[in-house]
């Protein structure tokens, strides 16, 4: 193993090796050489690798690649998302916040600045490339349509298998480790109890008592220490005073309104009329943000959000029945 590698005992007697991407050597973007040996050994041992990889299209992460700093949205507190269209910046796909793309780092002031592009088709494409021989990689994602039966039975023949969050409750006998090769990708996922679904992802796998190794930019992230440690009231504590400090539930009431539909024109009229009538009834402690444009589609659908943020939210909701309940191009999620 690299030396640079940590490694900890956990609770539950498997063992968690954190490896730093600043000193990895990548034989390609986010395949260090070590994940390449730790792949190599299982293989050799009859045992399956497990490697969870977030993003199913562009990972657009923006990292530091030398102190692993990443910038946050000062709203939501999550990671801002890289864009270069129309010009180089960064957007908090949650409430769609915009900041300035930074020539330097604003921590350390380093120059290395390295965008995190790298799709999961990409990185299945990479290990096909290191394996070419007699090994069979298996990449399952939300574009997987086959089911679970037939799914399990494919695991069965696989050496490696290759997922985002879309199995992360998988369970096979022959697995013999689980990698996670971009510590920093999860965290750019623009929900608010991300950091919860981590922590509670990683430690269903230690309860599985098997071996886990994460890449990372950032070592030394407090998310990491908590999970190293393994105490649950500490990270439960952690986690209150983030969600306090920035009006997320318990604390306060988070309702997202997305509205959805085949015709782009529909979606962005209902979204005028719901902003609108919103921007009226909205209080001044009231967090109001939305999607000022519709980028993509997601299931065939064009898609925007609106996000809303405070104490009481009900006497909005209310006047928002009509609009919500009877049509079915809107969505209510609310905490």
């Known amino acids: ?47 399956k690798s497990l490697i969870f990889y977030s993003r199913r299209g562009n990972a657009r992460a923006w990292i530091c690649a030398d102190c692993g700093h990443y910038e946050k949205c000062p709203h939501c507190d999550i990671a801002f998302a890289y864009h270069t269209t129309p010009n180089k910046c960064l957007i908090c796909h949650q409430c769609n916040n915009i900041a ?13 600045i390295n965008p995190v592009w790298v799709w999961i088709q990409q ?26 039966e037939v799914l399990y039975r494919k695991v069965a023949t696989s050496d490696i298998i290759l997922t985002t969050h879309f199995w992360s409750t998988l369970i096979h006998p022959d697995i013999g480790a689980v990698i996670w ?37 950032t070592p030394d992230h ?16 952690y986690l209150s005073g983030e969600r306090r ?38 209080k001044k402690s009231t967090f109001f ?18 996000i809303l943020k405070d104490t009481d939210l009900s006497y909005i909701i209310q006047e928002l029945q009509v609009e919500i309940v009877r049509n079915r191009s809107v969505t209510l999620e609310w905490n």
Not at 289 to 306: L, S
Request: glycine share 4%; charged share 25%; proline share 5%.
């Open 222 to 237: 407090p998310l990491l220490r908590e999970i190293m440690d393994g105490n649950i009231k500490s990270f439960l504590w």
């Open 181 to 217: 090769l971009s510590f920093e990708l999860n965290l750019s996922l623009p929900s608010y109890h991300i950091e919860e679904d981590i922590y509670n992802e990683i430690s269903y796998f230690k309860k599985q008592h098997l071996p886990l190794y994460i890449q990372t930019y």
């Open 100 to 112: 300035p793309f930074p020539v330097v780092c604003p921590h350390c002031h380093g120059s290395k």
């Open 245 to 282: 400090d920035f009006l997320y539930p318990p604390f306060a009431e988070l309702a997202t309104i997305r509205v959805h539909d085949e015709q782009k024109k529909k979606v962005a009229d209902i979204m005028g009329k719901l902003i609108n009538k919103i921007g009226i009834l909205k």
């Open 123 to 148: 990185i299945e494409e990479n290990l096909n490339k290191v394996f070419w021989e007699n090994t069979k990689i298996l990449r399952i994602d939300s574009d997987t349509k086959e089911k679970t």
């Open 1 to 47: 193993m690299n030396s640079d590698s940590i490694k900890i005992s956990m609770q539950s007697q498997s063992i968690i090796t954190i490896i730093p991407l600043q000193t990895a050597k990548l034989e390609a973007p986010c395949i260090s050489l070590e994940i390449i040996n730790i792949l190599e050994w299982l293989k050799k041992t009859g045992k």
């Open 289 to 306: 943000a939305f999607d000022t444009e519709i980028r993509e589609k997601y299931g065939g659908e064009w898609q925007q959000k609106i």
